[in-house]
T-cell receptor, first 115, second 115 residues
Framework: AQKVTQAQTEISVVEKEDVTLDCVYE???????LFWYKQPPSGELVFLIR??????QNEISGRYSWNFQKSTSSFNFTITASQVVDSAVYFC????????????FGKGTSLLVTP | DAGVIQSPRHEVTEMGQEVTLRCKPI?????LFWYRQTMMRGLELLIY????????DSGMPEDRFSAKMPNASFSTLKIQPSEPRDSAVYFC?????????????FGQGTRLTVV
């Protein structure tokens, strides 16, 4: 069963628009970790953020912000004032502590930002 | 630190040939992971090591795949014989203990094409 669902396969926005990438996860663990990774066209996987299950504080880093809500099992990612360089595939991932140490990745959301 | 280093970046081989992918983890990281990325299956864990010892190889697709970690700074993933369906991007990642508040860092990947 898919543990991480990224319902948006592709999103296209015009530069300077705000965009939110959705991530819904499923776990029975009480301790778990959530991540976002970025995969630009060059192909590497770049770590963006980590959140543990006990820290529901939202985080802002420049134009990026993350909203973690345990009540809805969601960990959404918002890019404010998007730029062309934000074009990439974004992956949400879950790591559980009671079922091995694999990162369970969602299928990814491909974001295209056009000028 | 130079990050996780993988080689080669690209590999094209003929069906039936042996392929060896290489990975140098970040110094001090005692966990090493091999992931495979395909369009159909997304990112999936193949195997991971702790202190050079394979811990979980349940993701290795079949006996044609093998992985070793002879020391803390080097790991290989071997496919023998290779088949066209093995074509994918193979990522190596390393981290500190995944049960703690840490993230995995990924290499740039090896794009394998089996013709």
């Amino acid at each position: 069963a898919q543990k991480v669902t990224q319902a948006q396969t592709e999103i296209s926005v015009v530069e300077k628009e705000d965009v939110t990438l959705d991530c819904v996860y499923e776990t029975r663990d009480t301790t778990y970790y959530l991540f976002w990774y970025k995969q630009p066209p060059s192909g590497e996987l770049v770590f963006l953020i980590r959140r543990n299950s006990f820290d529901e504080q939202n985080e802002i880093s420049g134009r990026y912000s993350w909203n973690f809500q345990k009540s809805t099992s969601s960990f959404n990612f918002t890019i404010t004032a998007s730029q062309v360089v934000d074009s990439a595939v974004y992956f949400c991932a879950l790591r559980e502590t009671n079922s091995g140490y694999a990162l369970n990745f969602g299928k990814g959301t491909s974001l295209l930002v056009t000028p | 630190d130079a990050g996780v280093i993988q080689s080669p970046r690209h590999e094209v081989t003929e069906m039936g040939q042996e392929v060896t992918l290489r990975c140098k983890p970040i110094s001090g990281h005692d966990y090493l992971f091999w992931y495979r990325q395909t369009m159909m299956r997304g990112l999936e864990l193949l195997i991971y090591f702790n202190n050079n010892v394979p811990i979980d190889d349940s993701g290795m697709p079949e006996d044609r795949f093998s992985a070793k970690m002879p020391n803390a700074s080097f790991s290989t993933l071997k496919i023998q014989p290779s088949e066209p369906r093995d074509s994918a991007v193979y990522f190596c990642a390393s981290s500190l203990h995944p049960g703690t508040n840490t993230e995995a860092f990924f290499g740039q990947g090896t794009r394998l094409t089996v013709v």
